[in-house]
């Protein structure tokens, strides 16, 4: 009970946060645009927190979509397979999210801490905190990727067939 609470309650959380990225991609770019074309005065940190917000909402979005079951995959094979094959698929896919998702946290984590510099334009950010979306990315993807197959076991523990809720072809 308490480990769905924290998926939905952390679900949400990304789910906003993915919003508000969105939200500010679209504000800085059109302000830029506008403030570039009509002003001829544009602001010189409005393409780098577009492109920040850019790659955030990306790897946010990445652990969000494995957990409610929405990433691309091979979902098209998926019609064309017998159900148990469909199933082992699903969960070949979500191995390989951990596996992913593990070199994000380890590898994200080492680039992250080591890339040198700052974003002047930002007030002389440090490059290595917004790139620390990484490792938490990473972390947020074998979360979603393990809480996915946990689900699934638990399905075929009670006789159920493996797949989506909402039915990846006839499974």
Same mark, same amino acid.
């Given at each position: 009970m ?14 906003l946060?993915?919003?508000?990225m ?48 929405? @990433?691309?995959? *091979?979902? +098209? /094979? ?7 094959g $469909?199933?082992? &698929?699903?969960? %070949? ?26 974003y ?5 950010a440090?490059? @290595?905190?917004? *790139?620390m +979306? /990484? ?7 074998? $979360?979603?990727? &393990?809480?996915? %197959? ?22």
């Open positions: 308490l480990a769905r609470a924290l998926d939905f309650i952390l679900g949400k959380a990304i789910t946060a993915c919003v508000v969105l939200a500010a991609m679209v504000s800085f770019t059109l302000y830029t645009v506008f403030m570039r074309a009509v002003m001829n005065d544009p602001p010189f940190w409005g393409d780098t927190l577009t492109l920040i917000a850019n790659i955030w909402l990306v790897m946010l979005s990445f652990g969000l979509s494995i957990r409610e079951r929405e @990433s691309i995959a *091979m979902q +098209i /094979l998926y019609d064309y397979l017998p159900a148990r $469909a199933g082992m &698929l699903e969960t %070949l896919w979500n191995l390989l999210f951990v596996a992913v998702g593990l070199m994000m946290v380890v590898y994200g984590y080492m680039v992250a801490s080591r890339i040198p510099g700052t002047w334009e930002l007030g002389n440090p490059k @290595s905190w917004l *790139m +979306i /990484l490792p938490v990315s990473g972390a947020l993807v074998v $979360a979603a990727a &393990l809480r996915v %197959l946990v689900e699934d076991f638990k399905a075929l523990r009670r006789g159920e067939r493996l797949g989506r809720r909402e039915g990846i072809g006839q499974i």
